[in-house]
């Protein structure tokens, strides 16, 4: 009893904490952007609604008149393709934004900076292997490699085939669905948790948690306090879960992903009970999200653009380039960062080791000089050297993965379904990061 109540209360002094660093992250950084704009210095404004609505008509904007420029928010800003690439290829750009200076960008402190006692500690050691640098990133990144391989996930085909098609039965008996809900979220969840070996009746409980985690991977000083609460929040009921599966999985081990981890950890191999919380976590979460948004964004760029939705209907071998594209087009992680840890010129900025840059991914993926016909939606585009899974050393473990559910899925749903809609606004997810649709209603008749 003592030790539950000593958790309770370090958890709710670890909100507090978070409460208090939280506005005056967002006090600091809103003074900032108010005087950059009356002083007409601002290129580009991450409050601005017009960017969340309508990213690239922005991105062509400072495209062309500020594509390389230091945000008096403190980061520097990437708009360009060869700009941004050079960044993500750099070894010198680190992924961990503990190694920001904080006078520069002080926004960027993390969620221990602020937690009590015990609790800082294990937040620490959980930092997911998306945000280290080698050593740490290289070993944690080859204990899970191995299965999002090309070869291990083209055998996950047939099970992606018959997900698909029994969603797609679903949504036909309707005859009205919701292709964000319906479709394009349950079928990369249900591959995800079997792969990791998540009992089915546990599925429907990770939507809120993994809403709140995908949320909360937007800077700080542009989230309002809930969505940072509810980051918080998500994160611990995460971890309380994934550690009583941890414990079940070491007593009766399975033939999954998180048993293969447990094993690797009980080898020698040094993956502690925080890293293997993370790393849990970061699957379930990452496994998901971006895959989400692609479908469903991919089905709407599709139905606004008739011809190429008939090219990847009737022409199974566009199946591929089709999906690049759309990852080109739709860009469902629209911008990353990376810290640099030595002295660095790019885009003929003058770079610092501890300065934040800033990679406006959707705009890279734009770039008239990287793109021929950039704003055009062509399936069959063969030149398509686009950064929507990153660059070099974390580029997207499960691109692989994410690649073949959206070939199969959106294949099968164009070929089964005649789509209408869609019906009524849309509404996009408050995501800055991970862009997308909430929802995506049509009406569907079977072809």
């Not at 033939?255 to 890293?275: K, N």
């Amino acid at each position: 009893m003592a030790g539950d109540r000593r958790v309770v209360e370090e958890r709710q002094d670890l909100a507090s904490r978070v409460a208090e660093r939280d506005a005056e992250v967002k006090r600091r950084a809103r003074a900032a952007r108010d005087q950059a704009a009356a002083s007409g210095t601002l290129a580009w404004d991450p409050f601005d609604p017009e960017w969340r609505q309508d990213p690239y008509a922005v991105y062509r904007r400072l495209r062309r008149d500020s594509p390389v420029h230091r945000s008096p928010l403190g980061f520097w800003v990437f708009t360009r393709h060869a700009d941004c690439l050079a960044v993500l290829r750099d070894r010198r750009a680190s992924s961990d934004t503990r190694k920001a200076d904080p006078e520069r960008f002080s926004s960027l402190r993390t969620l221990a900076d602020t937690a009590p006692g015990e609790m800082s500690a294990v937040l620490e050691e959980m930092a997911p292997f998306l945000f280290r640098d080698p050593p740490d990133h290289t070993r944690l990144r080859g204990l899970v490699q191995k299965a999002f391989t090309p070869k291990v996930v083209d055998g996950l085909r047939p099970r992606i085939e018959e997900l698909s098609n029994e969603l797609v039965d679903h949504m036909l008996e309707l005859g009205r669905a919701d292709l964000v809900a319906d479709f394009a979220y349950p079928l990369p969840v249900q591959v995800i948790v079997e792969m990791l070996g998540v009992p089915a009746e546990d599925h429907a409980t990770f939507r809120t948690w993994s809403e709140a985690l995908a949320r909360g991977l937007d800077p700080d000083f542009l989230l309002p306090p809930e969505a940072v609460q509810q980051r918080l929040a998500g994160i611990l009921n995460f971890v309380q879960y994934f550690a009583r599966l941890i414990e079940e999985r070491r007593v009766h081990p399975g033939d999954d992903l998180l048993t293969r981890l447990i094993q690797a950890e009980e080898e020698g191999q040094a993956l502690s009970q925080g890293e293997l919380l993370s790393t849990c976590i970061l699957l379930l979460v990452a496994g998901h999200e971006t895959t989400v948004n692609l479908i469903s964004g991919g089905a709407l760029a599709l139905m606004e653009h008739p011809g190429q939705l008939a090219l990847v209907r009737d022409d199974p071998s566009v199946g591929r380039s089709a999906v690049e594209e759309l990852l080109r087009y739709v860009a469902p992680v629209q911008l990353t960062g990376r810290v640099m840890t030595e002295a660095a010129e790019v885009g003929g900025a003058a770079l610092e080791a501890g300065d934040f840059c800033m990679l406006l991914i959707g705009s890279a993926n734009r770039d008239p000089a990287a793109f021929d016909r950039p704003e055009e939606l062509d399936v069959t585009r063969s030149d398509n050297p686009h950064l929507s899974f990153g660059f070099g050393l974390h580029h997207c473990l499960g691109a692989p993965l994410a690649r073949i559910e959206s070939q199969i899925a959106l294949g099968i749903l164009l070929r089964r379904a005649e789509l209408r809609g869609p019906i009524g606004a849309l509404v996009a997810k408050e995501n800055i990061i991970l862009r997308g649709l909430d929802s995506l209603p049509v009406e569907l008749v079977a072809r």
